[in-house]
């Protein structure tokens, strides 16, 4: 998925799909946010098994045999996690982002009552028939769309596993202390109040 970029993304994108024959590229004219590209992505994947992950590989792709195993242990989702005991963060991100990330954890936990100690890791691996549903049912386009997509699943009664990864801070991050961490915040309060009214029906999306 290309969310409406203005660098090489799409070219690089392009040149990839062109040589793998598995591979197609989806693209947005305009910035609409992470979350609406990778529900777009979601709906339209035709594979058992759905990985989103960021385009600066934070997680190395070699880690996705860690989320394969918890789905073959029973999972619905797996979720790569920075804050699990047995977690590896190679290269931390500036004090004040990691701060901020472990009150925003805190925050989703005691808003939503959900138990997982990271769901903002750009690395999550579906079971795509078990789970279309929920992007089906996923509204927040920006970037606290990873809690409604766990808060959904957990409401549709899916297992979801968080999985300790290896991890790295890439400096070049679109994430903006003030604007994007305030989107955010407004985000998972409108997530925490939907989920205390019932789920609505939607008409199945058609797969891409």
């Given at each position: ?16 799909a062109s ?102 890791c750009g ?86």
């Open positions: 998925m290309d969310d409406g970029s203005q660098d090489g993304t799409a070219a690089l994108l392009d040149a990839f040589s793998e024959r598995r591979a197609r590229t989806l693209r947005f004219e305009r910035n609409r946010g992470k979350g609406a590209a990778v529900r777009e992505g979601m709906l339209a994947a035709s594979a058992q098994l759905a990985l989103m992950t960021d385009v600066d590989l934070s997680t190395p792709l070699e880690d996705v045999v860690l989320l394969a195993g918890a789905l073959r242990e029973g999972a619905d989702i797996a979720i790569a996690s920075r804050g699990l005991k047995d977690s590896r963060v190679l290269v931390h991100q500036p004090a004040h982002r990691e701060l901020m990330g472990k009150a925003f954890n805190v925050g989703v936990r005691l808003l939503t009552r959900v138990p997982w100690r990271d769901t903002q690395f999550k691996l579906f079971r795509h028939e078990r789970t279309r549903h929920v992007f089906e049912l996923q509204r927040v386009e920006g970037f606290a769309f990873d809690v409604e997509v766990l808060v959904t699943a957990r409401r549709l009664g899916l297992r979801v596993a968080e999985v300790p990864v290896r991890w790295v801070d890439h400096p070049d991050t679109r994430v903006g202390v003030v604007t994007s961490s305030t989107a955010m915040a407004l985000d998972v309060l409108r997530i925490a109040y939907r989920a205390r009214r019932p789920l609505p029906r939607v008409a199945p999306a058609r797969a891409g």
